[in-house]
């Protein structure tokens, strides 16, 4: 009995360093894209515009975030998506950001909430990241970002895979769900959701 109830607790101690494991090795693995050069800049299309608290939250539960999820946000900003994703959440997450202050500010932020081990900022092109290793991909950018966008959803996204947009849609996709937010602030936020087809 004894020795049954030893190896139980060996069995959960290594399960439970297994999983840390995995999620140390899929946050600090994800560095797919090198930094950002002045040729980069082009891509810089609009200013920062933050989502509301309370639009990220939604955005997350339409997507139906949880631990086991790898959560891909492109063009992080202030990292609150990032930083909701890991902590509310649980989900290993990854922002990319261009703008170095925008980098820098999230990934200090992080470290002073000590979410290192599951959330991470990438100082990328967005279009430079592979995104093979998302299970969910959150998105505020222009209509004509995300067209541009697109391929690279098609082509790094497997069967199953969740993308969540901010008020403007990825044309020729149709969204499996939308909803309407009203943030804090009174104003009307549509959020839509896409399931890449098996």
């Known amino acids: 009995m004894n020795v049954d109830r030893?190896?139980?607790?060996?069995?959960?101690?290594?399960?439970?360093?297994?999983a840390l494991f995995i999620g140390l090795v899929t946050v600090a693995d994800a560095q797919e894209a090198p930094p950002p050069t002045p040729e980069d800049q082009k891509d810089r299309l609009a200013p920062f515009v933050p989502t509301p608290q309370n639009v990220v939250e939604a955005m997350l539960k339409l997507a139906n975030v949880d631990k086991y999820d790898r959560v891909y946000d492109l063009g992080s900003g202030d990292g609150r998506i990032v930083i909701t994703a890991a902590q509310e959440f649980k989900a290993e997450a990854v922002g990319v950001e261009l703008d170095d202050d925008l980098y820098k500010q999230s990934t200090a932020k992080?470290?002073?909430l000590g979410l290192q081990k599951r959330a991470?900022?990438?100082?990328?092109?967005?279009?430079?990241v592979s995104l093979r290793m998302a299970t969910v991909v959150t998105l505020y950018l222009l209509t004509s970002v995300n067209e541009r966008l697109k391929p690279i959803l098609e082509r790094d996204l497997r069967p199953g895979a969740r993308v969540v947009t901010h008020d403007f849609?990825?044309?020729?996709?149709?969204?499996?769900?939308?909803?309407?937010v009203i943030s804090d602030f009174g104003v009307s936020h549509t959020l839509y959701l896409y399931v890449r087809p098996q």
Do not use: F
């Open 120 to 128: 991470k900022i990438l100082h990328a092109n967005m279009y430079n």
């Open 110 to 112: 992080i470290a002073e």
């Open 169 to 180: 849609q990825i044309p020729g996709w149709t969204p499996e769900k939308s909803e309407i």
């Open 6 to 18: 030893s190896m139980r607790r060996m069995l959960a101690t290594a399960l439970v360093g297994s």
